[in-house]
Protein backbone atom coordinates (compact mmCIF):
# COMPACT_ATOMS: atom_id res chain seq x y z
CA UNK A 1 0.00 0.00 0.00
CA UNK A 2 1.81 3.41 -1.19
CA UNK A 3 2.16 5.91 1.57
CA UNK A 4 -0.43 8.63 0.73
CA UNK A 5 -3.25 10.44 3.13
CA UNK A 6 -6.14 7.96 1.98
CA UNK A 7 -3.44 4.82 2.54
CA UNK A 8 -2.01 5.97 5.63
CA UNK A 9 -5.54 7.00 7.15
CA UNK A 10 -6.70 3.24 6.40
CA UNK A 11 -3.68 1.39 7.81
CA UNK A 12 -4.53 3.67 10.87
CA UNK A 13 -8.02 2.35 10.69
CA UNK A 14 -7.55 -1.12 10.66
CA UNK A 15 -4.52 -0.93 13.66
CA UNK A 16 -6.90 1.06 15.57
CA UNK A 17 -9.58 -1.49 15.47
CA UNK A 18 -7.58 -4.38 16.74
CA UNK A 19 -8.76 -2.68 20.19
CA UNK A 20 -12.41 -2.84 19.22
CA UNK A 21 -12.74 1.04 21.15
CA UNK A 22 -14.90 3.43 18.81
CA UNK A 23 -11.88 5.58 17.00
CA UNK A 24 -12.63 9.54 17.22
CA UNK A 25 -12.37 11.46 13.73
CA UNK A 26 -10.24 14.00 15.96
CA UNK A 27 -7.47 11.25 16.42
CA UNK A 28 -7.66 10.43 12.63
CA UNK A 29 -7.05 13.91 11.87
CA UNK A 30 -4.07 14.53 14.61
CA UNK A 31 -2.99 11.33 12.85
CA UNK A 32 -2.93 12.57 9.31
CA UNK A 33 -1.53 15.68 10.53
CA UNK A 34 1.78 14.54 11.71
CA UNK A 35 2.20 12.54 8.74
CA UNK A 36 1.17 15.37 6.02
CA UNK A 37 -0.21 17.98 6.74
CA UNK A 38 0.19 21.78 8.65
CA UNK A 39 -3.19 22.36 7.91
CA UNK A 40 -6.01 19.85 7.52
CA UNK A 41 -9.50 21.02 6.83
CA UNK A 42 -12.64 19.78 7.50
CA UNK A 43 -13.63 19.28 3.82
CA UNK A 44 -10.08 17.54 3.33
CA UNK A 45 -10.80 15.13 6.43
CA UNK A 46 -14.14 14.43 5.33
CA UNK A 47 -12.59 13.02 1.63
CA UNK A 48 -9.87 11.25 2.92
CA UNK A 49 -12.40 8.97 5.68
CA UNK A 50 -14.86 8.82 2.48
CA UNK A 51 -11.93 7.16 0.55
CA UNK A 52 -10.25 5.12 2.86
CA UNK A 53 -13.85 3.39 3.17
CA UNK A 54 -13.73 2.67 0.00
CA UNK A 55 -10.86 0.75 0.33
CA UNK A 56 -12.18 -0.84 2.79
CA UNK A 57 -14.95 -1.81 1.51
CA UNK A 58 -13.27 -3.25 -1.94
CA UNK A 59 -9.78 -4.32 -0.26
CA UNK A 60 -11.33 -6.24 3.30
CA UNK A 61 -14.46 -6.23 2.57
CA UNK A 62 -15.66 -3.93 5.79
CA UNK A 63 -16.95 -0.18 6.43
CA UNK A 64 -16.71 1.94 8.50
CA UNK A 65 -19.68 2.84 10.54
CA UNK A 66 -20.33 6.52 12.27
CA UNK A 67 -21.47 6.17 15.86
CA UNK A 68 -22.36 8.87 18.93
CA UNK A 69 -24.62 11.65 19.49
CA UNK A 70 -22.15 13.56 16.62
CA UNK A 71 -21.21 10.49 14.27
CA UNK A 72 -17.64 12.43 15.41
CA UNK A 73 -16.71 8.13 15.58
CA UNK A 74 -16.24 5.06 14.10
CA UNK A 75 -16.62 1.56 14.31
CA UNK A 76 -15.27 -1.00 11.35
CA UNK A 77 -17.80 -3.58 10.65
CA UNK A 78 -17.77 -6.49 8.41
CA UNK A 79 -19.79 -5.84 5.06
CA UNK A 80 -23.47 -6.77 4.95
CA UNK A 81 -22.37 -9.72 1.93
CA UNK A 82 -19.35 -10.86 3.73
CA UNK A 83 -20.31 -14.35 5.18
CA UNK A 84 -17.36 -15.30 7.57
CA UNK A 85 -18.27 -12.37 10.50
CA UNK A 86 -16.90 -13.86 13.38
CA UNK A 87 -16.31 -12.23 17.09
CA UNK A 88 -13.31 -14.46 17.87
CA UNK A 89 -11.36 -12.41 15.47
CA UNK A 90 -10.37 -10.91 18.63
CA UNK A 91 -11.57 -12.33 22.21
CA UNK A 92 -10.89 -15.99 23.06
CA UNK A 93 -13.87 -18.35 23.22
CA UNK A 94 -14.72 -17.94 26.78
CA UNK A 95 -15.43 -13.74 26.50
CA UNK A 96 -17.69 -14.97 22.83
CA UNK A 97 -19.40 -17.37 24.83
CA UNK A 98 -20.42 -14.73 27.53
CA UNK A 99 -21.49 -11.80 25.15
CA UNK A 100 -23.47 -14.08 23.11
CA UNK A 101 -24.89 -15.24 25.72
CA UNK A 102 -25.92 -11.91 27.00
CA UNK A 103 -27.21 -10.50 24.13
CA UNK A 104 -29.28 -13.57 23.47
CA UNK A 105 -30.51 -12.78 27.09
CA UNK A 106 -30.94 -9.30 26.47
CA UNK A 107 -33.31 -10.32 22.97
CA UNK A 108 -35.28 -12.40 24.27
CA UNK A 109 -36.47 -10.18 27.39
CA UNK A 110 -37.27 -7.67 24.66
CA UNK A 111 -36.04 -5.01 27.00
CA UNK A 112 -33.48 -3.60 28.87
CA UNK A 113 -31.95 -6.32 31.49
CA UNK A 114 -31.42 -5.09 35.18
CA UNK A 115 -28.30 -5.72 36.52
CA UNK A 116 -29.46 -8.40 39.19
CA UNK A 117 -31.30 -9.96 36.70
CA UNK A 118 -28.56 -10.07 34.11
CA UNK A 119 -26.00 -11.89 36.89
CA UNK A 120 -28.67 -14.22 38.29
CA UNK A 121 -28.90 -15.62 34.46
CA UNK A 122 -25.56 -16.02 33.63
CA UNK A 123 -25.20 -17.65 37.04
CA UNK A 124 -27.89 -20.05 36.34
CA UNK A 125 -25.89 -20.58 33.07
CA UNK A 126 -23.03 -21.18 34.54
CA UNK A 127 -20.76 -18.42 33.13
CA UNK A 128 -20.31 -16.63 36.35
CA UNK A 129 -19.00 -18.41 39.04
CA UNK A 130 -17.67 -17.05 42.50
CA UNK A 131 -14.34 -17.16 40.92
CA UNK A 132 -14.69 -15.35 38.37
CA UNK A 133 -17.40 -12.91 39.11
CA UNK A 134 -15.34 -9.81 39.10
CA UNK A 135 -14.00 -10.39 35.19
CA UNK A 136 -17.30 -11.51 33.99
CA UNK A 137 -18.86 -7.99 35.56
CA UNK A 138 -15.89 -6.03 34.26
CA UNK A 139 -16.32 -7.58 30.62
CA UNK A 140 -20.00 -6.53 30.06
CA UNK A 141 -19.84 -3.14 32.23
CA UNK A 142 -16.55 -1.87 30.60
CA UNK A 143 -15.15 -4.06 28.42
CA UNK A 144 -18.07 -4.67 26.05
CA UNK A 145 -19.70 -1.49 27.02
CA UNK A 146 -16.37 0.67 25.57
CA UNK A 147 -16.61 -1.40 22.11
CA UNK A 148 -20.24 -1.02 22.02
CA UNK A 149 -21.55 -4.36 21.68
CA UNK A 150 -23.66 -4.06 25.09
CA UNK A 151 -24.71 -0.19 26.43
CA UNK A 152 -24.43 -0.15 30.20
CA UNK A 153 -26.85 2.84 31.55
CA UNK A 154 -25.43 3.35 35.06
CA UNK A 155 -28.09 5.60 36.11
CA UNK A 156 -31.02 2.96 35.63
CA UNK A 157 -28.09 -0.26 36.06
CA UNK A 158 -29.50 -2.31 32.79
CA UNK A 159 -28.03 -3.51 29.67
CA UNK A 160 -29.07 -3.51 26.27
CA UNK A 161 -27.38 -3.97 23.08
CA UNK A 162 -24.83 -1.29 21.65
CA UNK A 163 -24.16 -0.03 18.19
CA UNK A 164 -21.72 -2.39 17.04
CA UNK A 165 -23.81 -5.38 18.22
CA UNK A 166 -26.82 -3.89 16.84
CA UNK A 167 -24.55 -4.05 13.12
CA UNK A 168 -22.74 -7.37 13.36
CA UNK A 169 -25.06 -9.77 15.04
CA UNK A 170 -28.06 -11.06 13.66
CA UNK A 171 -31.29 -11.78 15.86
CA UNK A 172 -32.27 -14.70 13.62
CA UNK A 173 -28.50 -16.50 14.46
CA UNK A 174 -29.38 -16.12 18.30
CA UNK A 175 -33.08 -17.13 17.85
CA UNK A 176 -31.94 -20.67 16.23
CA UNK A 177 -29.72 -21.11 18.47
CA UNK A 178 -32.31 -20.76 20.89
CA UNK A 179 -34.76 -23.46 19.00
CA UNK A 180 -31.65 -25.82 18.94
CA UNK A 181 -31.68 -25.60 22.54
CA UNK A 182 -34.94 -25.99 23.28
CA UNK A 183 -36.02 -28.11 20.07
CA UNK A 184 -38.74 -25.33 19.12
CA UNK A 185 -38.98 -23.65 15.89
CA UNK A 186 -37.91 -19.86 15.76
CA UNK A 187 -41.55 -18.94 15.22
CA UNK A 188 -41.57 -20.46 19.09
CA UNK A 189 -40.98 -17.26 19.98
CA UNK A 190 -43.71 -14.93 17.93
CA UNK A 191 -42.14 -11.34 19.11
CA UNK A 192 -38.35 -12.11 18.33
CA UNK A 193 -39.07 -13.97 15.55
CA UNK A 194 -41.00 -10.97 14.03
CA UNK A 195 -37.78 -8.80 14.83
CA UNK A 196 -35.37 -11.16 13.30
CA UNK A 197 -37.09 -11.42 10.41
CA UNK A 198 -38.00 -7.86 9.57
CA UNK A 199 -34.15 -7.67 10.20
CA UNK A 200 -33.02 -10.12 7.78
CA UNK A 201 -35.37 -9.05 5.38
CA UNK A 202 -33.75 -5.27 5.81
CA UNK A 203 -30.87 -7.22 4.42
CA UNK A 204 -28.72 -5.00 6.82
CA UNK A 205 -26.76 -7.47 9.13
CA UNK A 206 -24.75 -10.57 8.58
CA UNK A 207 -26.57 -13.88 8.41
CA UNK A 208 -24.23 -16.28 8.23
CA UNK A 209 -20.87 -17.22 9.79
CA UNK A 210 -21.51 -17.09 13.40
CA UNK A 211 -20.37 -19.83 15.34
CA UNK A 212 -20.34 -19.54 19.68
CA UNK A 213 -18.07 -22.73 19.80
Known amino acids: MSHSPVNECVKY ?5 ARKVPIDRSDIRLHLKHYF ?3 LTPNDLRNIISKA ?4 NKVYGYKLVPVGPNNDKYIVTLKKDEKNAILSTYINPQHRKLLIATLTHIFMTAQPVPSDDMWWFLTTAQLMTRENENEVKKLLMRTFTQELYINYNKNDDKFEWGQRAKKEIPKIFLLEKMAQAF ?5 HWTEQYRKAMEEANSDETLIDGMEIE
Open 53 to 56: DEIL
Open 183 to 187: DKEPS
Open 37 to 39: YEK
Open 13 to 17: IICRD
